[in-house]
């Protein structure tokens, strides 16, 4: 791992992971190139702000669970290789029921280019503390569909408060939402803000 970098879970205790990109559990039904590891790595800014997050958080009786943090440029180009291959549709219904696999470029779920390659933005959600339970946010990481929206209608009210709860602890703690996606947040003061990283998460 290059300088800067590290993995989440030493430098921001009590944060809860599950790397979908390095499990079968994402829209691509495989363990993504340059996952060979699941854990969540992320610039040490990145950290210092996550771990804000989950100070806030827990004075709300939430806990923050990431999904994904740095994303190697490599598995930005599995992706790209995954979206030009036939629909085989394993994982169409749960990941983008309503497009087909190229659109999610057109419509910016999936970038060439991601932010996530920069090291300082994340996929993530909150938990109950008490229970351990998800927060029902009225979808799952990843559904590329304009329910995933910030603004989506059609969900109930109590997971729409729960996304502007999510939304209200992240902006406090440095960080800026991402209108498409309810999950995906960004640092606003990223140290590498012009460079994609490429090295394997090991």
Known sequence: MIDDFVFVDELVPGIRWDAKYATWDNFTGKPVDGYTANRIVGTTALCDALARARETAATQGFGV?????????????????????????????????????????????????????????????????STGELVAMGGDHDLMDSVSHHDAVGIRETEARNRRQLRSIMERS???????????????NEPFPDTYFDFPIR
Not at 174 to 188: D, K, P, Q, V
């Open 65 to 129: 669970l990431i999904w994904d943090g740095y994303r190697p440029q490599r598995a930005v180009d599995d992706f790209v290789r995954w979206s030009r291959q036939p629909e085989d549709g394993r994982t169409k219904p749960r990941h983008y029921p309503n497009i087909e696999r190229a659109e999610m470029f057109e419509l910016g779920y999936v970038a060439a280019q991601s932010g996530h390659s920069r090291g300082s933005t994340v996929d993530l959600t909150l938990f109950d503390l």
């Open 174 to 188: 440095g960080f800026s939402s991402y209108a498409t996606e309810w999950w995906h947040y960004t640092l606003r």
